[in-house]
């Protein structure tokens, strides 16, 4: 089981990214897919989840701006990220739980210059 994400990059406030979760050996509806972040200096920290029944939930600072999703096929999940902020700045990382089980994958940097 592997996760890769992908889609990060320098970005202005305001502007707008999609981030990649690409699953090999796993379909990401089998349990909890979720987005983390982090920042220099800081913890990592949740950004966003998806139940395998497809219900989602944020964190506080991204409620409104970021959407959490994925493919049909469960092969691919997605962060699609508006309305960013310097304070979004960090390596993104995306997750899958399941069954007592964890796999991470590698991150992708987010860079928002103000």
């Known amino acids: 089981v592997q996760l890769q994400a992908s889609g990060g990059g320098l970005v202005q406030a305001g502007g707008s990214l999609r981030l990649s979760c690409a699953a090999s050996g796993i379909r990401l509806s089998i349990g909890t897919m979720g987005w983390y972040r982090q920042a220099p200096g800081n913890q990592r920290e949740l950004v966003a989840t998806?139940?395998?029944?497809?219900?989602?939930d944020y964190a506080d600072s991204v409620k409104g701006r970021f959407t959490i999703s994925r493919d049909s096929g469960a092969r691919t999940g997605y962060l699609e990220m508006n309305s960013l902020k310097p304070e979004d700045t960090g390596v993104y990382y995306c997750?899958?739980?399941?069954?007592?089980?964890?796999?991470w994958g590698k991150g992708t940097l987010v860079t928002v210059s103000s």
């Open positions: 997750n899958i739980r399941w069954a007592g089980v964890g796999v």
């Open positions: 998806i139940t395998s029944g497809g219900s989602t």
